[in-house]
């Protein structure tokens, strides 16, 4: 495997960086997961566009272009012969010293971009659906980390996937401070009423996903009435169907939450249905490359 870290494709084992690096020591940088299927890369544009907001957001200045970054991009899927990508760019403030201080990375950015395969959930999850739990971790405030930042500060979210993992679930349901369905560890949520969609706003401490956007553009294509509203656990269990949406995830269904079962414990109609149109849209959108 070619690892592209600072300009240069590297072989995996020699992708390292600085143990000063204070992406690794504090967390403090950006990262996106994109995704292409079939030579074309998935909303490629929003990608870059959210990964330029992080950066902007955190202070920290974007040592290329657009246009270059995507020229990156491909220069390092097709160095890996991958027609089906799974890419991570991850931007981190750099090497540094001991202090937080992030005016002593002078500049000096990591820049690493790692084109894989990546099979997040069984393939059985996707055909009979996932059981999820509502964790006891909080999604972080809006004014304290917002989670629209896709910062590599993740330990919300690393905290939350322990904590379902440890009760024997493969996802955790995330509340905000209030109680209300935030989002899942690495996902945006979903439920299905009535024929209607309802997703949480992005003013609940949820990621403006780009999975979760496409859904939504789906949903009026198929002329599927959708809502951003406030949701609780008790409208949780309450729904017909339920999925998850994001990139590595694409769209799961969720057939079971704290013990309740969604609907009758079994992948929805609704949630087929734009699961079908999703992976539709994957085989013909998106920025070409060729091998
Ligand atoms: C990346 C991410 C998502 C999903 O967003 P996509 O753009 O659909 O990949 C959801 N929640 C969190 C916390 C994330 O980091």
Known sequence: MKVYLNGKLVDKKDAKISVFDHGYLYGDGVFEGIRAYNQLIFKLKEHLDRLYESAHSIMLQFPFTKKQMEKAIIKTIKANKLKDAYIRV????????????????????????????????????????????????????????????????????????????????????????????????????????????????????TLRGITRDTVLDIAKKLKIPAHEHVLSRHEFYISDESFLTGTAAEIVPVVKVDGRKIGNGKPGKVTEKIMKEFHKLTKKNGVKYTL
């Open 90 to 205: 991850i931007l981190s403030r750099g090497e540094g010293d001991l202090g937080l201080d992030p005016r002593k990375c002078k500049g000096n950015h990591t820049l690493v971009i790692i084109a894989d395969k990546i099979s997040l959930f069984p393939n059985k999850l996707y055909k009979e659906g996932m059981e999820i739990i509502t964790v006891p971790t909080v999604r972080n405030l809006l004014e304290a980390v917002n989670p629209q930042i896709k910062s590599l500060n993740y330990l919300n979210n690393v905290l939350a996937k322990i904590e379902a993992i440890n009760s024997g679930h493969q996802e955790g349901l995330m509340l905000d401070h209030l109680g209300y369905v935030a989002e899942c560890t690495g996902e945006n949520i979903f439920v299905v009423k009535k024929g209607e969609l309802y997703t949480p706003p992005q003013c609940m401490g």
